[in-house]
């Protein structure tokens, strides 16, 4: 891991992330990229092109200066931190964040995604989180998302929901990497089902004889409601970290599909990392 992207509003929840963001760069010797994205206003009344330029430029150059303005703030918050070493560069774009995000990974060569959220229920959700959710689905590199009231603490264990497919190996190994860096321990974790594949027992055995001698714990949970059986575990288990994999839809792939990790990152009390299907 060699580059991490931090996207940024500068609220308090993107300072919350940036702590985390801080913690990986400096744990991975990585460089962290600063990104501010922003849009221009929507203006009803037609203007002629001479006074449209004149705006935009006024509202380009304020974005700019603050985007000089806060800046400053995040230095000190990472010297308070005692991660003034970090390693640091600033982004400022226009446009759609999600698309920005994409191309700045695709440009910067970027490794991990972190940002901050907020949790909602109800009708709020549409509105509250959902752009971190909307980065979760579509950003293809791993994404971490910090909810708005997680304080940073030394992530000592590490829950990896799975369904023992062989695709999973991929992610699991990176979250091993992870948990090598914070000398964290993993739990396996699987949610049995009714519709659990005939073979289940089987690949639950291989993994295990797989994995012998790894930092690695396995738990198989019979429950019905999947996405409160997660967080009832990760409660109880006093996990630092969720990793989740978005599968694409599939016959046995509706426990952890993309809908239930989005949900997630609204719910989880805990950071969620979530790496995609290649």
């Known amino acids: 891991m060699k580059q ?32 501010h994205v922003y849009d221009l206003p929507i203006v009803e009344t ?18 700019f200066e603050s985007f000089r303005d806060e800046l400053p703030k995040l230095h000190m918050l990472a010297e308070h931190q005692n ?4 390693k640091m560069r600033n982004i400022l774009l226009y446009g759609d964040l999600v698309y920005n995000i994409n191309k700045v990974c695709n440009d910067e060569n970027i490794d991990l995604v972190v940002m ?7 009708i709020k959700e ?33 829950a990896f929901t799975t369904q023992y497919q062989d695709k999973d190996n991929d992610a699991l190994k990176s ?7 914070f000398g964290a321990r993993i739990q396996c974790l699987y949610i049995k089902n009714a519709d659990d594949p005939k073979d289940i027992e089987e690949r639950i055995n291989e993994w295990k004889v797989y994995y012998r001698g790894s930092n690695i714990d396995f738990f198989n949970i019979e429950d ?13 288990q006093h996990t630092g970290l969720l990793v989740m994999r978005a599968h694409k839809r599939g016959f046995f792939e509706g426990l952890f599909h993309r ?3 989005k949900k997630m990152t609204y719910h989880s009390k805990v950071p969620l990392l979530v790496f995609h299907e290649e």
Not at 49 to 62: H, L, S
Request: proline share 5%.
């Open 259 to 261: 809908s239930l990790t």
């Open 46 to 63: 037609p203007l002629v092109p001479e006074t449209a330029t004149e705006i935009f430029d006024v509202i380009e150059m304020n974005q």
């Open 224 to 236: 019905d409601h999947i996405e409160q059986a997660i967080l009832d575990f990760i409660e109880n």
């Open 116 to 122: 901050g959220t907020k949790g909602a229920s109800g």
């Open 175 to 181: 979250a091993m990497a992870i948990a090598d860096k």
């Open 4 to 35: 991490i992207l931090f996207p940024t509003d500068f609220s308090e929840a993107a300072n919350t992330a940036f702590i985390y963001a801080l913690r990986f760069a400096d744990s991975f010797k990585a460089e962290l990229v600063i990104l």
């Open 83 to 86: 991660l003034g070493h970090v």
């Open 126 to 158: 549409t509105f509250i989180g959902s752009v971190a959710g909307a980065v979760v689905v579509n950003v293809k590199v791993p994404v971490l998302a910090i909810p708005a009231e997680a304080e940073y603490h030394p992530v000592k264990s590490i």
